[in-house]
């Protein structure tokens, strides 16, 4: 037996404490790293540097509902209608993205009220395939709209996606026509519609529901729009100003209304809905 051995042997050393892995997570643009607590109980939001942090549906129904709100069910759509396969079939993709995620597609519909003021609120995940929108998303934004309409109330959406669902072809486009009809339902009925843009809200989704609203909320930092930065600037040969395609400068440039902080952003839903539905019943 060695020396070191002897030493080790004789001193009164403590079993190895295991640390959580999740105990620790490093912010994406200061590369701080936070206690996830903390980080969790600042709304997801970087206490150094103010970074949004992406979030999912459970969480954004949590930060901006009433308590008592009933998740709606998800409609059923056909799946995989094209028999598309890339490196994976379609319905693998779905069942591993259905495994990872509490949700069975990228939006989910919840009614409730926000500050007392009743609504439908529908949250995008990104976590799920990107948030791309196909056939199910398309659904759930109808679903959406006319429970709005049954209920005689705002519908709020928090958007965040890449743009359509490649694996579903051009049903995946016709769900941009499909939203802005049931939109126009929302405005035949009087009823509000709010957009709540979160980091990232690209594509397709830009280009139809996303940029509808009555009014435009836009949280801080958030990438808005419709073809890439890499694109467009390739196009064009011309190099784009800084922040371009950022919240911030869509807000400067007025296709958002206001850049919201994320603490904030209930209070403000709920006196944009105050003051829009006053407006109705006027």
Known sequence: ???????????????????????????PSCSEM????EYEENLNVCPRCDHHGRIGVDARFAQ????????????????????FKDQKKYPDRLKAARAANPHPDALTNASGSIDGHKCVLGVQDFAFMGGSMGMA???AFVTGAERAIKDSCAYVICTAAGGARMQEGILSLMQMP?????????????LPYVVVLTDPTTGGVTASY??????H?????SLIGFAGQRVIQDTIREKLPEGFQRAEYLHEHGMVDMVVPRKDLRATLASVLDYLMAAKAA
């Open 34 to 37: 936070l206690f996830t607590k």
């Open 137 to 139: 998303v398309g659904a």
């Open 178 to 190: 499909k939203a802005t009809v049931a939109i126009s339902r929302l405005h035949r009925a009087g």
């Open 217 to 221: 909320i836009a949280e801080p930092g």
């Open 64 to 83: 901006l509902l009433d308590p008592g709100f009933a998740v709606l069910d998800a409609p059923r759509v056909k799946e995989d209608p094209l028999k």
């Open 210 to 215: 996303a940029m509808l609203g009555d009014v």
């Open 1 to 27: 037996m060695s020396w070191l051995d002897r030493v080790r042997n004789a001193l009164p050393f403590t079993e190895k404490r295991d640390t959580p892995d999740n105990l620790w997570i490093k912010c």
